[in-house]
């Protein structure tokens, strides 16, 4: 009772006070409008008294009263912060006070930030957020403005509205009794002006008017053709794109089986004509393809829509693959058909092979095609004829490749020639008539050779033969392309779910992924496949990569895939899109969540090279793995179990490979991306290694370099040094020697003989190996390493990194927050699984304590003899030292908003 007393009293207080506010409000009104009564009243004296008072009654940051004269409106009297003001004239055009004359209505705004009826720029000077304008009304029109201003938002309420409005009122009457008659007629002096002024502006207008007319008759006629011819134009190139990808769809639909069954065909055992046969079917569709590809090329090409590739790629297995796709047809006609790469030209470069293939592929079916007897020859080398590619190199390292096409056919005359790179045109009708053909492959080259950066030319004798020839800049590297058997020895496991809905294409895919060693489940469709994932995650077993269909009967792919990447438990898994509409342009969203887009049919490098860069990078190397490689014998581990080696090498791929490889037989590998690093790495205090692999090219510091300088800070200590390099001309064994290297190994690696050449080295190591008993394996092994997030900061940019860092935080505890709560019930199938996955997801984010951790976890649930206490110990490890690393990821990349959130969480 007593408390529901002081409650109504504490109310009754409140509406008190209210009521006195309104009354103080009201007297201060009606005093204010008694002052009207004085016949000697001064009109500047009672604005600054409104004006004064209307401040101090709404709390306001200012008041004011401004009058309007002609184009501007003009303070007359103002308190406050803006009391220094009087006398300053504002343009009444796009000024809130201007749009309350014009309406004679009272204003209000709530936040000058985002009026666009107010000045920002003048808000801001003076501080001002909120503000409401009542008109002031003199003779039943609107001659100015009583305006209060406040420095936050929302700053009035209804009752100041209202007190404005009141005093608006008083000081209107004050204005009709006491507005100078100088005032009016220099208002009216201005009003003559603006009249006169709008006068002649309209006698000009007028006369523009009548100048246009008669133009304006004839044009109208042009601008209907024009829109007649400009809708025709969108409706046929509508027609065309529409025809161009429904075509496409249609083709690539079945070619997709049939490329894919020949493919199939041929990875069984066949006789020789059985294999010649599928082979046949195979190239056919390839070359059944490559017609569809010129015809989209076109239309691509026109629209600017063509992106080029920046892959690294072998150019000897590029022109011998073109060498061999189109040998049948050159063995049909009895022509010899030979491919010839000089050896400053060999090796791997980085470009766009496909369009590369492209071109070379167009101009030796066209050297086959005209040449009735001899010879077809393809030859490649530097365009300056120079010993190295390092010879010709550009400012961005690239060296310019001449391509050429030699034939012994009919010839062109040099008036034909400008003509043959044109679309639609050969040499004459009568080769169109003999030959066939559309004249639009020549047409495709120069346009992709210009997009490379090239050039393309033709050198010809009519009747003994013509070179057709193409210069490209591209940048030679020391690459290792991907190994079907290394990349399965590094995938095998992973967990895959295919999303199609026809049987065909599940089949051949499946067959593909299942040859690798990945564990493939099927889906039909979109609703499929959500219900497979459910099921995945409620078996504790989410796929590790979704490879989904574009266009399936009951959705899209691409919009399944923006359903599942919103879908936080699937955060971790990887999309690819497979689309039979050809490669999708990226930079739109529905595309973009996806880690990959290949064009149907599926070729099988493709998927290698895809499976590759998605996963070899997380490719656990602990103990158990299988070996990837068949066929190659392992060399014994037996020396190699704490041997500590710095591998120094830019390449990702190389890094992948050799790390694989080296990890695989028991070595301490330690990783440096460039020769400053790994120069760092070697003289650091304390540092020991057995044996360092160098690679030579490297940026900012190259292998000779480095190995120079560790020569000289460890003159004391002689730790072997190998170099690892593509460049085997002749010559450069004793160059690397004289650097002071050990022995070199060439690229690509060859399995036996690099691991022979690491054991060898490394047993004549002045320093004894690592006991692994005498300490705790995991003292050495970093919590982070920052280079493996570092890479990936430097792709995704930073806005999208931050995100990805916050989703890798976020799940990464989740998938803690399981092992501790099955460790706790005991649960050792439960934290085997768990342990299985937290393997990848530890070695993407470069958590390398943890990483080992999960390896370790997991082979003891694997054990025969497993033993619960051990596992249920290492289980509590594992999550300590998660909780430790996943707190430097976010410390280190996530930014303070994030790390405060982390420090809070534990």
């Avoid at 408390?3 to 504490?10: I, K, L, N, P």
């Avoid at 894919?260 to 195979?282: C, F, N, P, V, Y």
């Amino acid at each position: 009772m007593e408390e529901a007393g002081v409650t109504r009293s504490v109310s009754e207080t409140d509406r008190i006070r209210a009521l006195e506010h309104q009354v103080e409000r009201l007297g201060e009104v009606v005093l204010t409008q008694s002052l009207l009564a004085d016949s000697e009243l001064d009109l500047g004296a009672f604005m600054q008294t409104v004006v004064d008072r209307l401040q101090r009654l709404t709390g306001a940051k200012g008041a004011v009263v401004e009058l309007a004269e002609g184009e501007d409106m003009v303070y007359r009297a103002a308190s406050g912060a803006v009391s220094q003001f009087v006398g300053v004239r504002l343009k009444r055009k796009g000024s809130l006070s201007g749009y309350c004359v014009e309406t004679a209505r009272v204003l209000m705004c709530a936040d000058s930030e985002t009026d666009d009826r107010v000045d920002r720029a003048a808000c801001r000077t003076v501080g001002v957020r909120s503000m409401i304008c009542a008109p002031l009304f003199e003779a039943g029109r609107a001659v100015g403005v009583l305006k209060v201003m406040g420095t936050e938002p929302n700053a009035f309420s209804s009752e100041d509205v209202a007190l404005l409005q009141m005093m608006a009122k008083a000081l209107g009457g004050a204005l009709g009794k006491q507005l100078s008659f100088h005032e009016k007629q220099l208002l009216l002096e201005e009003r003559t002006a603006t009249v006169a002024r709008l006068e002649v502006e309209v006698a000009e207008r007028r006369r523009a008017e009548a100048a246009l007319q008669a133009q304006a008759l004839e044009m109208a006629t042009l601008a209907e053709q024009r829109d007649h011819a400009r809708l025709a134009a969108e409706a046929a190139s509508r027609a065309k794109s529409e025809f161009l990808a429904n075509m496409s769809h249609e083709i690539r639909t079945p070619m997709n089986g049939v490329l894919g069954m020949a493919q199939l065909i041929l990875d069984t055992k066949l006789d020789g004509e059985q294999r010649m046969l599928a082979s046949a079917i195979h190239d056919s569709g390839e070359m059944l393809l490559s017609i569809l590809n010129d015809i989209l090329d076109v239309s691509k090409l026109e629209a600017g829509k063509v992106d080029l590739e920046e892959i690294d790629f072998s150019m000897d297995e590029l022109a011998d693959g073109v060498a061999m796709l189109l040998s049948p047809k050159a063995a049909e006609k009895g022509l010899d058909l030979v491919c010839y790469v000089e050896d400053a030209a060999h090796g791997a470069y980085r470009g766009d092979p496909t369009r590369v293939r492209q071109v070379l592929t167009n101009l030796v079916a066209n050297a086959i095609k005209f040449t009735s007897r001899g010879s077809v020859a393809i030859e490649i080398g530097l365009a300056s004829g120079a010993a190295a590619p390092s010879a010709v190199a550009d400012a961005d390292g690239r060296c310019r490749l001449r391509i050429a096409v030699s034939d012994t056919g009919i010839g062109i005359p040099p008036e034909q020639r400008a003509r043959l790179f044109q679309k639609f045109n050969q040499a004459d009708s009568s080769i169109t008539r003999r030959f066939g053909g559309t004249g639009l492959g020549l047409s495709i080259c120069r346009q992709l050779v210009e997009l490379m950066g090239g050039e393309i030319g033709v050198d010809s004798d009519p009747g003994k033969g013509s070179t057709f020839w193409f210069v490209v800049p591209l940048r030679p590297v020391a690459a290792t392309l991907v190994d079907r058997h290394t990349l399965a020895g590094g995938i095998r496991g992973l967990r895959v779910l295919v999303v199609d809905d026809i049987p065909l294409h599940q089949k051949i895919l499946k067959r593909a992924l299942g040859d690798l060693g990945l564990v493939v489940s099927l889906a039909d469709g979109a609703t499929s496949a959500l219900e497979a994932l459910e099921r995945s995650w409620a078996e504790g077993q989410p796929p590790d990569l979704v490879l989904l269909d574009f266009a399936m009967a009951d959705g899209r792919g691409d919009i399944l895939g923006q359903r599942i990447r919103s879908d936080s438990r699937f955060a971790e898994t990887k999309l690819v899109l497979i689309s039979s509409f050809g490669v999708i342009d990226r930079g739109n969203a529905d595309v973009d969540v996806f880690a990959a887009v290949m064009a149907k049919p599926v070729r099988r490098q493709t998927l290698l090279d895809v499976l590759s860069r998605l996963f070899l990078s997380q490719v656990s190397t602990g103990p158990g793995k299988e070996a990837g490689s068949e066929g190659i014998a392992p060399v014994t581990a037996a020396g190699a179990t704490g041997r500590r080696v710095l591998l120094v090498e830019d390449n990702q791929i190389n890094q992948q490979v050799a790390l694989l490889m080296l990890r695989k037989e028991g070595y301490d590998v330690t990783l440096a991306e460039d020769g400053e690093e790994g120069v760092r790495a070697a003289t650091a205090p304390g540092a020991v290694f057995d044996l360092i692999l160098m690679d030579v090219q490297m940026p900012r510091m190259d292998g000779l370099e480095a190995t120079r300088l560790i020569r000289a800070r460890h003159a004391d200590e002689r730790v072997p040094i190998i170099a690892l390099t593509a460049n085997a001309m002749a010559g450069m064994r004793e160059e690397y020697l004289e650097a002071g290297m050990d022995d070199v190994v060439a690229k690509p690696f060859d399995q036996g003989k690099f691991l022979a050449a690491v054991a060898r080295w490394t047993s004549t190591s002045p320093h004894e190996p690592a006991r692994a008993a005498a300490v705790d394996p995991l003292a050495s092994t970093p919590v982070l390493d920052e280079s493996v997030l570092r890479r990936l900061e430097a792709i995704a940019g930073r806005d999208q990194f931050r995100g990805l860092i916050a989703s890798l935080v976020a799940h990464g505890y989740e998938r803690l927050d399981r092992v501790a709560a099955l460790r706790a019930r005991g649960d050792l199938d439960g934290l085997r699984a768990e342990a299985h996955d937290l393997i990848s997801t530890a070695g993407s984010a470069g958590l390398k304590r943890l990483q080992a951790l999960g390896e370790a976890l997991h082979a003891a649930c694997l054990a025969p003899d497993r033993q619960p206490d051990r596992i249920l110990s290492l289980a509590d490890d594992t999550v300590t030292a998660g909780r430790q690393g996943w707190a430097a990821v976010a410390e280190r990349f996530g930014g303070e908003p994030l790390s405060a959130a982390v420090r809070g969480a534990e």
